[in-house]
C-alpha cells in the first residue's frame, strides 16, 4: 500500500512514477476524501473536548442548584452530531483505504517504464547448446524414459497436472534437496509454512483484492475475513510471519526460505509450445525471502538475485538475468530481475527465479515494522523475496539442454549425489 501522505505532498510526482506501470492515475477523489476526512478529525475532536468539558461540569452546576436540563439535551444533540461524523468518517475511510488498496506499487527510479518490450536483459550466462541430432521436447523425454506421466497426471487432476514417477520423482527431489542445501549454508532460516491460507494473508502479500479470483479457495466466503484458499507462492505465507509485529533493529534482515508446492489457476488459454511443465496448475518451489531496513533492501536484492542465479550455475544451464519493465513486475513490487534459463525447444527463455523488491508496500499492508535501537519511533520494514528455484522449468531445461542423441539424459553433477546415477536413460 502507498503512503498516502506522499500522495498528498507529491501527488504529481507519484502520477507521474505510477503512469510508468498504469495506463492512467487520477488522485482527484483521493485528496478530497482525505481532506474530508483530516477536517472532521479536528471538527469531531473539537465537539468531544466541548461534550467531555460540559459533561464535567454539569454535576457542579446541580449542586449549585443550576436547571441544567438544557445543557443535557444540547449534549445530547453533540453526541448525535460525533455519531453522525464517526460514521461518514468510517464510510470515508474505507473508500480512502479500497482506493490505496487497489494502486500497485511506485516503480524505482531506474525502473522502464511500459511492458515486456522494455526488459532489460542484464547478463547471460554460459550459451545456446548446438546438437549435432534433431533435439527432443522435453515432453517426449520425460515420457520415453518414463520419468514423467502427463497422461495419467491429467487423468488424475485435469489438464495442466502431472506425475512424477520413479526416477522423475528422485530427479524432482534432488532438485529440491539442492537447493535447500545451499540456502542452509547461506545462513538462511527453513521454513515449512501452512499451505491453505486466509484472505488476510493475500491483501498483505499485495495479491487481493485485484487478484482474488486469480487463486484455488477453500472456503469461498462472501466474507473476506473468513475466506480460505491454496497459496500461489511460499511468499504469500512469509510475507505473513511477521504481519502487526515490531522487530527490533538489530533483528533484520532476516532471512527465510521455504519449500511449498505452488497452486495456480493460470487461467487463460495455453501456448501449444507450453504444453508438459512449462505451465501448470501445481509445481514445487523454493522461495527465498528477505525482511530488511529501508537503507539495506538494494543490497538484499542484488543478494538475492546472486543467489537464485548460482544455483541456476550450480546445474549448469544456459540463462539469462533480466531486469522488467514497470508493467512487467507483479503489481507489489518496486522492482525485479527475473532469471531465465533457456529452453531449446522453444527457442525461448522462461522464467525460473523472479527476485523482487516491494520496499514498504508489502510491509504496510501488514502493519510490519521496527524501531531502531536509538529511536522510540517505529518504522515500516522493506520486504523482498526470490524463488529458489521453481522446479516445473529448471526440469524440463535440464532434460533439453542434456540431452543425448540416444534419448538418454546426463543428470548435472550436483543432483548426482541425491539421484544416485549419472544418466538418464530408458529402464528395460
Known amino acids: 500500500m502507498l503512503d498516502i501522505n506522499k500522495i498528498r505532498h507529491n501527488p504529481e510526482e507519484i502520477k507521474r512514477a505510477l503512469l510508468k506501470r498504469m495506463d492512467s492515475v487520477d488522485f482527484t477523489e483521493l485528496l478530497e476524501w482525505d481532506a474530508q476526512r ?5 471538527l469531531n475532536e473539537e465537539k468531544k473536548a466541548k461534550r467531555n468539558k460540559v459533561s464535567d461540569d454539569i454535576p457542579g452546576l446541580k449542586k449549585q442548584g443550576v436547571d441544567v436540563q438544557g445543557l443535557i439535551s444540547e449534549m445530547k444533540q453533540l453526541s448525535n452530531e460525533i455519531k453522525e461524523n464517526d460514521n461518514i468518517l468510517r464510510d470515508i475511510e474505507a473508500k480512502i483505504h479500497n482506493f490505496l488498496s487497489a494502486l500497485p506499487n511506485i516503480p524505482a527510479d531506474d525502473v522502464l517504464p511500459g511492458g515486456k518490450e522494455n526488459n532489460q536483459v542484464i547478463r547471460e550466462w554460459g550459451s545456446k547448446r548446438e546438437f549435432g541430432f534433431t533435439p527432443k521436447h522435453h515432453v517426449d523425454l520425460a515420457t520415453d524414459l518414463g520419468i514423467v506421466d502427463y497422461e495419467r497426471g491429467a487423468k488424475i487432476g485435469g489438464y495442466g497436472f502431472w506425475v512424477y514417477t520413479g526416477i522423475g520423482a528422485l530427479m524432482e527431489w534432488a532438485l529440491l534437496n539442492y537447493f535447500i542445501t545451499e540456502h542452509l549454508k547461506d545462513g538462511y532460516t527453513f521454513m515449512l509454512p501452512p499451505h491453505i491460507l486466509t484472505y488476510q494473508c493475500g491483501y498483505t502479500a499485495g495479491q487481493f483484492p485485484k487478484f482474488v479470483d486469480d487463486v484455488f479457495k477453500v472456503e469461498a466466503s462472501e466474507e473476506r475475513e473468513n475466506m480460505q484458499f491454496i497459496l500461489p507462492t511460499a511468499e504469500t505465507a512469509l510475507i505473513n510471519f511477521h504481519r ?3 522487530l527490533k533493529e538489530e533483528e533484520l534482515p532476516k532471512k527465510y526460505f521455504a519449500y511449498t508446492p505452488c497452486y495456480r489457476k493460470e487461467a487463460g488459454s495455453h501456448r501449444a509450445e507450453e504444453r508438459g511443465m512449462i505451465r501448470g496448475h501445481q509445481f514445487n518451489k523454493v522461495e527465498m525471502f528477505q525482511y530488511t531496513t529501508p537503507e539495506n533492501s538494494e543490497i538484499a536484492l542484488e543478494e538475492l538475485v546472486e543467489k537464485a542465479e548460482k544455483l541456476v550455475r550450480g546445474l549448469g544451464l544456459h ?13 507489489s513490487m518496486g522492482k525485479t530481475y527475473d532469471i531465465e534459463v533457456w529452453i531449446p525447444s522453444m527457442n525461448d527463455y522462461k522464467e525460473v527465479s523472479s527476485a523482487s523488491n516491494a520496499y514498504d508496500y508489502q510491509a504496510r499492508r501488514g502493519n510490519i515494522r521496527f524501531r531502531r535501537t536509538n529511536t ?9 523475496n ?4 521453481a522446479t516445473s522449468r529448471i526440469f524440463p531445461a535440464i532434460l533439453e539442454q542434456y540431452q543425448q542423441e540416444d534419448g538418454s539424459v546426463i543428470v548435472p553433477e550436483v543432483l ?4 544416485g546415477r549419472d544418466i538418464l536413460k530408458r529402464e528395460e
Open 38 to 42: 483530516r477536517n472532521l478529525i479536528v
Open 244 to 246: 502487526g509485529e515490531i
Open 319 to 331: 540463462h539469462r538475468v533480466t531486469k522488467l519493465a514497470a508493467k512487467d513486475c507483479s503489481a
Open 376 to 384: 522510540s519511533k517505529p518504522e515500516f520494514v522493506h520486504t523482498l
Open 386 to 389: 526470490a524463488s529458489g528455484l
Open 416 to 419: 548426482r549425489k541425491w539421484v
